[in-house]
T-cell receptor
Framework: GAVVSQHPSWVICKSGTSVKIECRSLDFQATTMFWYRQFPKQSLMLMATSNEGSKATYEQGVEKDKFLINHASLTLSTLTVTSAHPEDSSFYIC?????????????FGDGTRLSIL | AQKVTQAQTEISVVEKEDVTLDCVYETRDTTYYLFWYKQPPSGELVFLIRRNSFDEQNEISGRYSWNFQKSTSSFNFTITASQVVDSAVYFCALSAQTGANSKLTFGKGITLSVRP
């Protein structure tokens, strides 16, 4: 149980393109989803926290207009990297948790490798 | 603010050796959770263990064991008789906010290489 699916697994696109990454909870209702970014050989840095039906809460230094997060349903959150540039190339990983048991660990997706040419 | 320090960056051992990965944390909260995650080369994060601040009992799961000591704010992870498949990056993490928006703070990770 508690499976989180992230799509796509990897994407390569040209500079200036907008890229959408989906994070789905397959067998539970994810009232809260988290988006992380990981540069090569570095740790995971939280970008934002999203609650279903409300605006995401962004961490300091993360551009809201650059990284658009939508959490319109209890099973889906999306991260859109708008007008992506090479410096946005990174590993993006989402996690999800249910409101029913907030003390359970977050369940992570398999991540998306984004390469901007 | 909360902080997780993994002072070791890279560890290389030969198969069957025991290895301990260190984790030191800082938090002002009295209620918190500590985690270890494994990230193999494929990138996904694999949950290994969660420990709450009120439970200082050590835990053993197969070849894995964890030593939680509040007095030294440490939560160390030992792999006994390491195997090549243990090669991965290991992250220690802390969550000190309860509630739906509790955030995970990760350490920088330790890259473990197990040589045959």
């Amino acid at each position: 149980g508690a499976v989180v699916s992230q799509h796509p697994s990897w994407v390569i696109c040209k500079s200036g393109t907008s890229v959408k990454i989906e994070c789905r909870s397959l067998d539970f209702q994810a009232t809260t989803m988290f988006w992380y970014r990981q540069f090569p050989k570095q740790s995971l840095m939280l970008m934002a926290t999203s609650n279903e039906g409300s605006k995401a809460t962004y961490e300091q230094g993360v551009e809201k207009d650059k990284f658009l997060i939508n959490h319109a349903s209890l099973t889906l959150s999306t991260l859109t990297v708008t007008s992506a540039h090479p410096e946005d190339s990174s590993f993006y990983i989402c996690s999800a948790r249910t409101q029913l048991n907030v003390f359970q660990p977050q369940h992570f997706g398999d991540g998306t490798r984004l390469s901007i040419l | 603010a909360q902080k997780v320090t993994q002072a070791q960056t890279e560890i290389s051992v030969v198969e069957k050796e025991d290895v301990t990965l260190d984790c030191v944390y800082e938090t002002r909260d009295t209620t918190y959770y500590l985690f270890w995650y494994k990230q193999p080369p494929s990138g996904e994060l694999v949950f290994l263990i969660r420990r709450n601040s009120f439970d200082e009992q050590n835990e053993i799961s197969g070849r894995y064991s964890w030593n939680f000591q509040k007095s030294t704010s440490s939560f160390n992870f030992t792999i006994t008789a390491s195997q090549v498949v243990d090669s991965a990056v290991y992250f220690c993490a802390l969550s000190a906010q309860t509630g739906a928006n509790s955030k995970l703070t990760f350490g920088k990770g330790i890259t473990l290489s197990v040589r045959p």
